[in-house]
C-alpha cells in the first residue's frame, strides 16, 4: 500500500492525473503514514496493557494458593502443637516409658520446627506476592482504561481509513 501511494505521489504531471486526484493522493499518502505509526503504537500498547493485565490475573491467584497453603500448614503447626502438649502430660504420667515419648516429642518438636519454618517462608513469600499484587493493583484501572482507549483509536483510524478510502473511490469514479 506504502509503495502504491509512493508511486502516485511522486507520477509525473503528464500522466493526466487531475490535480484533485493528486491532492487526495498526497493527503492519503500523509494520513495513511500517520495512521500506521499510530496502529502500530496502539498494538503495541494492547500487548503490554494485555501483558500486565494477566501478570496482575496470575498474582492474585498465586497469592490466593498461597493463602491456601498458608492455611494448612498452619493447621498443620496446631495438629503438632497439640500431640505435643498431649506427649508432655504422657511423659508426666508414664515416668516408665519415658524413653519412648522422649522419641515422640523429639520427632514431633522437628515436624513443628519444619512446619515453623515453613509457615515463615510461606508468610515472607506472601508479603511478596502481596507488594507485587498491590503495586500491579494500583496500575490495574489505568491499564484497562489504556488498553480500551488503545482499542478504540485503533477502531478510528480503521474507520476514518474507509471513508478515505470510499472518497477516494468516489473522486476516482468521477474521473
Given at each position: 500500500?506504502e509503495?502504491?501511494?509512493?508511486?502516485?505521489?511522486?507520477?509525473?504531471?503528464?500522466?493526466g492525473?487531475?490535480v484533485?486526484?493528486?491532492?487526495?493522493?498526497?493527503?492519503?499518502?500523509?494520513?495513511?503514514?500517520?495512521w500506521?505509526?499510530?496502529?502500530?503504537?496502539?498494538?503495541?500498547?494492547?500487548?503490554?496493557?494485555?501483558?500486565?493485565l494477566?501478570?496482575?490475573?496470575?498474582?492474585?491467584?498465586?497469592?490466593e494458593a498461597n493463602?491456601?497453603?498458608?492455611r494448612?500448614?498452619k493447621y498443620?503447626?496446631?495438629?503438632?502443637?497439640?500431640?505435643?502438649?498431649?506427649l508432655?502430660?504422657?511423659?508426666?504420667m508414664?515416668?516408665?516409658q519415658?524413653n519412648?515419648?522422649?522419641?515422640?516429642i523429639?520427632?514431633?518438636?522437628?515436624?513443628k520446627?519444619?512446619?515453623?519454618?515453613?509457615?515463615?517462608?510461606?508468610f515472607?513469600?506472601?508479603?511478596?506476592?502481596?507488594v507485587?499484587?498491590?503495586?500491579?493493583?494500583?496500575?490495574?484501572?489505568c491499564?484497562?482504561d489504556?488498553?480500551e482507549?488503545?482499542k478504540?483509536?485503533?477502531?478510528?483510524?480503521?474507520?476514518?481509513?474507509?471513508?478515505l478510502?470510499?472518497?477516494?473511490?468516489n473522486?476516482?469514479?468521477?474521473?
Amino acid at each position: 500500500m506504502e509503495s502504491t501511494l509512493d508511486y502516485l505521489t511522486h507520477l509525473p504531471s503528464e500522466d493526466g492525473m487531475s490535480v484533485e486526484i493528486r491532492s487526495l493522493v498526497k493527503e492519503v499518502s500523509r494520513q495513511f503514514t500517520c495512521w500506521s505509526y499510530d496502529y502500530k503504537h496502539e498494538g503495541e500498547k494492547i500487548e503490554f496493557t494485555k501483558a500486565k493485565l494477566l501478570k496482575s490475573d496470575e498474582l492474585e491467584e498465586g497469592l490466593e494458593a498461597n493463602k491456601t497453603l498458608f492455611r494448612e500448614v498452619k493447621y498443620l503447626e496446631n495438629e503438632l502443637c497439640n500431640e505435643l502438649e498431649y506427649l508432655e502430660e504422657r511423659k508426666k504420667m508414664l515416668e516408665e516409658q519415658i524413653n519412648a515419648v522422649r522419641a515422640n516429642i523429639s520427632a514431633s518438636q522437628v515436624a513443628k520446627n519444619i512446619a515453623s519454618h515453613t509457615k515463615r517462608e510461606i508468610f515472607e513469600n506472601a508479603k511478596i506476592l502481596k507488594v507485587q499484587r498491590d503495586e500491579l493493583r494500583e496500575q490495574v484501572h489505568c491499564l484497562r482504561d489504556e488498553h480500551e482507549l488503545a482499542k478504540k483509536i485503533q477502531a478510528n483510524i480503521r474507520d476514518e481509513w474507509s471513508k478515505l478510502g470510499e472518497k477516494f473511490s468516489n473522486i476516482a469514479d468521477k474521473s
